[in-house]
């Protein structure tokens, strides 16, 4: 597969990958939504979503060991079957979906999603809470997303913690590990459909250090710019993106 590509395109697609982890590291969340719609201009949908999983399983791994006290165990507990259980529900529609029909349906997420966002800025939402109950259905579709789509699915996690009222040191370190888990089962059913190959692999590994690089500058910007500027960017980028594979 490398010999396909330019030096050019490789160093675009080690641009998208830092800019995706940039946004991971400022938010917390949403390198997989930046990355891959990003990713599948250049290379097959089903091996960007696969690769982009193995770079979030190296970062997620690093940031469940450094933080494992701070996890909310019985919220851990309660997604973590579901989350596993839509984990294979998601891998039985990925490997049956064809690549077109896959792009139109994340360009289609993507869209439902920036929209999401804009609404939650301009239409004020009250402050609410909601049950414990909720994180089956909450942990077998949003990891059943993540699996369709490379990410997206953790934001009704994000959604559902924040609505427990988990704090934000144990909110990055519970999601951190839920994550983690799941990363592990998407692979291995990525990796049973067969999607992995050594230059994948290759090209991997080639990316790795720009998702190191790009998680400790979004880090760092993530400090210099207020949360409600960032939205309103990261949605417009969405939004844009979705319509972009719509069109392709």
Request: aromatic share 12%.
């Amino acid at each position: 597969m490398l010999e396909n590509y330019t030096i050019l395109q490789l160093a675009i697609m080690a641009c998208m990958v830092f800019a995706a982890f940039v946004i991971r590291g400022m938010s917390g969340f949403g390198a997989g939504m930046i990355g891959i719609p990003l990713l599948a201009f250049l290379i097959p949908v089903h091996t960007a979503v696969s690769m982009f999983g193995l770079l979030v399983l190296v970062l997620f791994t690093f940031l469940s060991i450094r933080d494992w006290r701070e996890v909310v165990r019985h919220e851990l507990k309660l997604l973590l079957g579901p989350t596993l259980l839509g984990v294979v529900a998601g891998v039985l529609l990925f490997k049956h979906l064809d690549s077109r029909l896959l792009l139109h349906l994340l360009g289609g997420f993507l869209i439902a999603y920036a929209l999401y966002s804009f609404a939650l800025h301009y239409f004020r939402l009250p402050e609410i809470t909601c049950s414990d109950r909720w994180a089956i259905p909450v942990g077998f579709v949003g990891a059943v997303i993540d699996t369709l789509f490379g990410g997206g699915g953790g934001t009704l996690v994000v959604i559902y913690l924040h609505l427990r009222r988990v704090g934000r040191a144990p909110f990055r370190a519970t999601v951190a590990m839920l994550w983690l888990f799941e990363m592990i089962a998407r692979i291995v059913g990525y990796g049973a459909a067969g999607y992995y190959t050594m230059d994948s692999l290759l090209l991997c590994a080639l990316l790795l250090p720009l998702m190191f690089a790009g998680t400790w500058a979004g880090e760092r910007l993530g400090n210099r710019i207020s949360q409600e500027t960032f939205s309103k960017v990261l949605a417009s980028l969405l939004l844009v993106a979705g319509a972009s594979l719509l069109a392709k």
